[in-house]
């Protein structure tokens, strides 16, 4: 019988760490990690070299593999317990924002930037924050050291070669189709690499399957009666303008996180991941569903800044599917952009007309993902959340003027997926014993720095087993 001590579903920062942090903790449990995805060496985007997406199977290597998604979009460490999902609600702010700093620890010694963005120039911060008042939008201070998407690649193959070295198993190459339940305890897991299919058995089942999984996450909870609740899905765009237009706040916050809840719905609306001289990316699932995401590196730069407006939707009665309501709005917009993202010019969107190629071209902005199609990204998006992009945008013109002008691009869609938040205790255990959930997938985290706290406090708990 194929068994370890502790299984893991999922190389992303919660899985990584948690291996990781029970390592350093001197535990002696055999630890096995799974991965759909390849080792860090092995991710390499064609897009580079062709020029454009060319839909890679069996999975896009910008989001699958070790280290996950997150690395390799902007790879930036959020280090406030404000930033990051609803992980202090469960574990207390103190011991959040202690296990942040003790992680952030751990980056640096693998190679992190020691430079953290958002600390200085307090004054013009306060200006920024007066602005956002009187706008009706809240400013969270958050400092940022940002990895870089180069970067953050040669730091987490410097931690992937660490576990190895210290006996971790990595298995690439193969996907978890379901668990193994006996007599209602979690005892392993089903795995297949498309052509085989395997039962690896442990005393600890860990889920880590980030963003990606949560669908998949979402459907093992309904199909195992794993206590779960529906959870917040984020539907919006990422929008780019020139430097020129966000150079203060990018060289005094780097990231400007505005929240706000405009008129008539009151949703909550956020800007999120902020790449000043930043690349527009395009990133596909598993079902060729093409969204949109930011890219920063450290040495190569663009002369724009984009950054992603989100509008959180929550369902529960009658329909309370919102991840599958998200991919219908993808889906809906994929068709229109033929397979690719879409882009649109914002005064145009205010004109009720959609945006032409030529149009950009005669443009101050031009698109950083020269292979988005320019359309209407209104024929897709759903009335409530585009009325609420709208406004949340010109609000954020108070803020930082010249964002809401008609060059202003939009590219659709820009979708987070959260699993439904899988109900636990401050532990980590969940209704299935042997059975524990982190990460983005478990519906409390939302980035690296919190999915990787999750991790650290995993590989704590199953290493003071060990003292027992």
């Excluded at 990690?33 to 060319?54: A, F, L």
């Excluded at 659709?412 to 938040?421: M, R």
């Amino acid at each position: 019988m194929n068994k370890k001590d502790v299984v893991i579903v999922g190389a992303g920062p919660s899985g990584i760490f948690t291996a990781l942090e029970m390592i350093r903790r001197g535990s002696k449990k055999s630890i096995v990690i799974i991965e759909k995805g390849r080792s860090v060496e092995k991710r390499v985007c064609p897009k580079s070299k062709t020029g454009k997406c060319m839909n890679c199977k069996p999975y896009c290597n910008i989001t699958t593999g070790f280290s996950g998604a997150g690395a390799f979009s902007d790879g930036k460490l959020s280090l406030s317990c404000e930033v990051g999902g609803d992980l202090p609600q469960l574990i207390g702010e103190d011991t959040a924002q202690e296990t942040i700093n003790y992680t952030d620890g751990i980056y640096l010694e693998f190679g992190a930037d020691t430079h953290v963005e958002g600390l200085d120039n307090t004054e013009e911060v306060k200006q920024i924050r007066k602005r956002a008042i009187s706008a009706g939008l809240r400013l969270v201070d958050c400092p940022i050291r940002h990895l870089g998407t180069e970067k953050a690649r040669d730091l987490y193959l410097a931690i992937e070669r660490y576990l190895v070295a210290h006996g971790v198993e990595l298995i690439f190459g193969w996907e978890c189709t379901d668990l193994i339940i006996e007599n209602d305890v979690c005892r392993g897991v089903n795995i297949t690499n498309g052509k085989e299919e395997e039962v690896l058995y442990g005393d600890s089942i860990i889920v880590a399957t980030g963003r990606r999984g949560a669908d998949w996450l979402e459907k093992i909870c309904a199909d195992h009666d794993i206590a779960h609740q529906p959870g917040t899905v984020d539907i919006g765009v990422r929008v780019e303008v020139r430097n020129e237009v966000m150079e203060k706040v990018n060289e005094v916050l780097y990231e400007s996180k505005l929240i706000g809840y405009p008129k008539p719905f009151k949703n909550k609306v956020r800007t999120f991941c902020q790449n000043p001289g930043g690349f527009v990316a395009q990133e596909n699932y598993d079902n060729d569903l093409a969204v949109v995401n930011g890219h920063s590196y450290k040495e190569l730069k663009s002369d724009n800044t984009n950054l992603a407006i989100l509008v959180s939707h929550n369902f529960s009665v009658p329909f309370n599917q919102p991840i599958a309501y998200a991919q219908k709005v993808g889906e809906l917009t994929n068709m229109l952009g033929d397979g690719h993202i879409l882009v649109q010019r914002f005064g145009d969107i205010l004109d009720g007309k959609r945006t032409w190629q030529k149009e950009l071209a005669r443009s101050n902005l031009r698109p950083t993902l020269p292979d988005a199609v320019a359309g209407d990204i209104t024929a897709a998006m759903p009335y409530r959340a585009m009325v609420n992009i709208i406004n949340f945008i010109q609000a954020v013109d108070i803020v930082v003027p010249g964002f809401a002008s008609i060059e202003t691009l939009l590219y659709s869609p820009e979708l987070k997926f959260y699993s439904n938040k899988v109900k636990m205790d401050s532990d980590f255990n969940t209704s299935l014993k042997g059975l524990y959930c982190l990460g983005d997938s478990s519906g409390w985290t939302r980035g690296l720095m919190m999915a990787s706290v999750m991790g650290v406090l995993m590989g704590r708990r199953l290493a003071g087993e060990e003292d027992k």
